[in-house]
Every structure is written in C-alpha cells, then in structure tokens.
T-cell receptor, first 114, second 114 residues
Framework: EPEVTQTPSHQVTQMGQEVILRCVPI?????FYWYRQILGQKVEFLVS????????KSEIFDDQFSVERPDGSNFTLKIRSTKLEDSAMYFC????????????FGAGTRLSVL | GENVEQHPSTLSVQEGDSAVIKCTYS??????FPWYKQELGKRPQLIID?????GEKKDQRIAVTLNKTAKHFSLHITETQPEDSAVYFC?????????????FGQGTILTVHP
C-alpha cells in the first residue's frame, strides 16, 4: 500500500537555526498538508497546499514557516529561525482531493530545538 | 473557527467489552468526520470516517454515529481486543473554503486489558 514518507524521523537543532522537513506524498495525490503535535497536545493544522500554492494556513504558520514542492515528488516544510516552542512532531499528509477526502499521514518528524 | 472536543481523555476496558469515544464540534459547516488510530511511535491511520449525509457507518467491530443537530459524533468499538490499545483521534473538516483542514480532538488513550 502506498505510504507518505517523511525524513528525517528525528531532527535536533539549535535555536535560531533553519530546518527543512521533507515529505514524499503518495504519488497520485495532489493535495498536501502539514500538521504538528506538541507533546501531550492535540494535532494542529499548519498549512494546506495545492497546485504549487498555499490554499489555507493557520495562525501558527507565520513568516518563519514556508512550504515548497521543489520537484514532482517532494514536499518540504522550512522553519527559518527555530524557536524552543517549535519543538513538536510534524506530520505531513496527502489526499487525492480536498474536503471529504481521506488524508494519509506520514510517520512524522520529531523536531527538538535546543 | 472549528473547535473539536473529545472525551474521555483515557479509557480503560477489559478485553471483550465495548468502548465509546465521543466528540463534539462547533462549526455547523463541517461535513466530514474521520477517526484516526495512532499506535505508539507510528503514524495516525484512518480507521473509519463518516460524511454529513449519513447518520451511522459500520465496519466490522467499529462504528461511528453522527448527530448533526447536536453536533456530535461517536466512535464505538465492540468486542475490544488488546491490539485495539492506542490513541484515537476524532477530527472534523468543514466543506466550502476549508481546503481540507482537519481540526482534531485532544485524543483518547484506549487501553484494553487482557
């Protein structure tokens, strides 16, 4: 069964550094998402992406965050200058369409900002 | 925006018993309600979903009910087994301009004792 893959599984970085989290969505999916989960809290929506554009973003997704689809397979989340509070599990998801469509999640990248 | 509340936060049952997890949502425009199961260290996996034109859906030991008037939906697991032990998340997705944004509940840690 096709899966969403994320790399790395764990990323440790120093505060103020840039990080790029990588995702390979399921190949025939056109809609991509990033979510995050701070330890012990609920999963929170960050951004949705379609046709090389951000479709929707949450208030968490400020100017420090950006997303990109640099080629036909990867979907990346960049955090320009990490803060301690960015420490969380980041999940990538993809779906064939928007609303009412199943979103398949990757296994996540655990980001630890020191 | 949408707010999803999930209860209980933890649920402990004996093998063979039933388990019920309840969620409420705030946005009457929400029309898609998936449930995800997340085992320790693994990705969230969709186990069942329901759309707003349906009141109940069943898949073997798992069922979901939706009450649009009261804005709540529930997950029912019958004949629980130890392998059902995991964290369960409900979510809601609004149609229209939501672009697939899932709003999650806080999660329920289900423990099934043999």
């Amino acid at each position: 069964e096709p899966e969403v893959t994320q790399t790395p599984s764990h990323q440790v970085t120093q505060m103020g550094q840039e990080v790029i989290l990588r995702c390979v969505p399921i190949s025939n999916h056109l809609y991509f998402y990033w979510y995050r989960q701070i330890l012990g809290q609920k999963v929170e929506f960050l951004v949705s992406f379609y046709n090389n554009e951000i479709s929707e973003k949450s208030e968490i997704f400020d100017d420090q965050f950006s997303v990109e689809r640099p080629d036909g397979s990867n979907f990346t989340l960049k955090i320009r200058s990490t803060k301690l509070e960015d420490s969380a599990m980041y999940f990538c998801a993809s779906s064939q369409a928007f609303a009412k469509n199943i979103q398949y999640f990757g296994a996540g990248t655990r980001l630890s900002v020191l | 925006g949408e707010n999803v509340e999930q209860h209980p936060s933890t649920l402990s049952v004996q093998e063979g018993d039933s388990a019920v997890i309840k969620c409420t949502y705030s946005d009457s425009a929400s029309n898609y309600f998936p449930w995800y199961k997340q085992e320790l260290g693994k990705r969230p996996q969709l186990i069942i979903d329901i759309r707003s034109n349906v009141g109940e859906k069943k898949d073997q030991r798992i069922a979901v009910t939706l009450n649009k008037t009261a804005k709540h939906f529930s997950l029912h697991i019958t004949e629980t087994q130890p392998e059902d032990s995991a964290v369960y998340f409900c979510a809601a997705c609004a149609g229209g301009t939501s672009y697939g944004k899932l709003t999650f509940g806080q999660g329920t840690i289900l423990t099934v004792h043999p």
